[in-house]
């Protein structure tokens, strides 16, 4: 089990869509693998600013968004892929976290429209997996791939 051992964790995960494309975010674990929050790139709408289940219309945005246990919102379901991705004490765990947190607001300034149906037929895509490892990075990790799935965005990051 994650964290079995009292240390928190970093996790990657995708959730499925159309069975063979992923949207991956991450989750934050406490050292007993309770959930503790996400983070994802999710399309949004600008006109009322919740997300949507994808980017079609010239009025989605692509945004970062964090969810807490207060908010009661999460997409980790049993049964996905994921990844422990690090695993430590809860200072250089959230030392990370936060190190992601802290882009969350300059991606949402940049108010990047969402592509539609999430990819670009030409050209590079930037989409929630763009968002996925721009946290990636800013913690210090490689974002992980997940076998099988199609991951577009993901070898895009977004410049802060």
Not at 30 to 58: C, F, K, M, N, S
């Amino acid at each position: 089990m994650i964290g079995a051992d009292g240390c928190f964790a970093l996790e990657a995960r995708a959730f499925r869509l159309a069975r063979w494309c992923s949207h991956n975010f991450w989750v934050l674990r406490g050292p007993h693998g309770q959930w503790l929050g996400e983070l994802h790139g999710l399309a949004t709408d600008r006109r009322h600013g919740r997300p949507v289940p994808i980017g079609y219309a010239r009025w989605h945005a692509l945004q970062a968004w964090h969810f807490t246990p207060a908010q009661g919102l999460f997409l980790c379901r049993p049964g996905q892929p994921h990844h422990l991705v690090w695993c430590g004490d809860e200072a250089a765990v959230r030392e990370r976290w936060a190190a992601a947190l802290a882009c969350v607001e300059p991606i949402n300034r940049q108010n990047l429209t969402y592509p539609r149906g999430g990819i670009r037929l030409w050209g590079p895509t930037c989409n929630s997996n763009s968002v996925f490892s721009t946290f990636a990075l800013a913690m210090g990790l490689a974002p992980p791939r997940f076998a099988g799935l199609w991951q577009p965005g993901l070898s895009q990051p977004i410049a802060l």
